[in-house]
């Protein structure tokens, strides 16, 4: 018997799902208790087995954490970290983002083939599982995180209706998403962690060979629960799953205090080996990303790059070749958007390790959290 379709989402329904995200934006929770509320809101517009918010790192897309209700049996995780990383799949985050898409079904873009999907054929099928919607969370040209709905093997596809429903909160969402990384910004500033990188070397199989003692107090901040059994964080397999078919791989993720850190893999040998290596992101693989998300202007970033290394206002004019009086309604502007009120808790809010690139070199914030080579 084939599942009927479900009935389309109402106005009513997603106007209250719209005021209940916007209560979100206001109350701006920690990410995973953001995804937990969502979850919770979304089922009321369109109906799903399973909610999972992931938080993806705005320069690889790379997962960096996430909220499962009804996701994935975690028998199956290692057969999707290995499409989603080394095979090619309908609707893979990154392909989703380049075609400028915010919300897609399985079935849809199977042309309701799934079987044509090796994420339907090895996963979801042997798992009970039917179609899957995935949904993009960005503001402007970053990504924060996106979102999975779930539907048993016995629910009908999700309709294009419902991904439009999908598609009209998701910028909200993102919204929300966003201000919960802000206000980690400010309590990660005065965090203390190891301030030595931490190694894991790993056996061809997958398996964990050693660790270095910083390693471990790495592993710490990154679990989320660490009273609990200590498997390894989620983030560290996915680059783990990368480096084994690509030979290498970056993310940067928030610790469980809030501070950003760098996650890299790479293989070591022909039989794939990988050695993981954890550190404190510096500020020329974070300011970017934090400046994007308070929503400056690109004049904007570049004013308060320059503040974060000392520079006057004057300085500032003449690097710039803008008026000082400019330069100062900038700032007042930066200021306002990041909620501080003078040189020092701007720098005190920027900078999360006590170093500055030296910037004679000329390099200036990418937008999306990396340094690149241009004149100021």
């Known amino acids: 018997m084939t599942p009927s379709n479900p009935a389309p989402p109402s106005g009513s329904e997603l106007r209250r799902a719209q005021a209940r995200i916007a209560r979100l934006c206001r109350e701006s929770p920690a990410p ?155 309590a990660a500033a005065d965090c203390e962690l190891p301030t030595v990188p931490g190694l894991l070397m790993f056996h061809p199989g997958g398996e964990l060979d050693r660790v270095t003692p910083a390693g471990r107090l790495w592993l710490e901040q990154l679990v989320a629960d660490p009273s609990g059994p200590a498997p390894l964080p989620q983030p560290v397999l996915h680059a783990l799953s990368r480096a084994r078919t690509a030979g290498d791989a970056s993310l940067r993720m928030r610790s469980r205090s809030g501070v950003w850190v760098s996650v890299t893999a790479t293989r070591m040998d022909a039989e794939g080996g990988v050695a993981v290596m954890i550190q404190p992101s510096g500020p020329e693989h974070v300011i970017g990303i934090l400046m994007d998300a308070y929503g400056l202007t690109l004049r904007e970033q570049q004013v308060a790059q320059l503040v974060t290394y000392g520079l006057s206002d004057t300085d500032i004019s003449r690097r710039l070749g803008i008026s000082p009086h400019t330069v100062r309604d900038h700032l007042k502007k930066v200021f306002d958007k990041t909620g501080t009120n003078s040189r020092g808790s701007l720098l005190r809010l920027l900078y999360f390790s006590h170093y500055q690139p030296d910037i004679d070199s000329g390099r200036t914030m990418g937008r999306h959290g990396w340094f690149r080579t241009a004149q100021v």
């Open 32 to 186: 995973m208790t953001l995804f937990a509320r969502v979850a919770d809101i979304v089922p009321a517009v369109v109906g799903a087995d399973g909610v999972c918010g992931l938080t993806l790192d705005p320069a690889t897309l790379l997962h960096t954490g996430g909220f499962h209700h009804g996701g994935v049996p975690h028998t199956h995780l290692p057969r999707l970290l290995q499409i989603e990383y080394g095979e090619e799949d309908v609707n893979q985050f990154p392909s989703l983002v380049k075609a400028g898409g915010t919300a897609a079904g399985l079935w849809q873009a199977t042309r309701h083939r799934p079987h044509s999907s090796s994420r339907y054929r090895d996963v979801y099928r042997p798992a009970g599982m039917g179609d899957e919607m995935r949904v993009v969370l960005r503001t402007g040209h970053t990504v924060w995180g996106a979102l999975v709905l779930h539907r048993g093997a016995d629910r009908a596809p999700f309709g294009d209706d419902e991904i439009a429903a999908l598609t009209t909160l998701a910028p909200s969402i993102a919204q929300a998403l966003r201000g919960t990384y802000l206000r980690q910004d400010v």
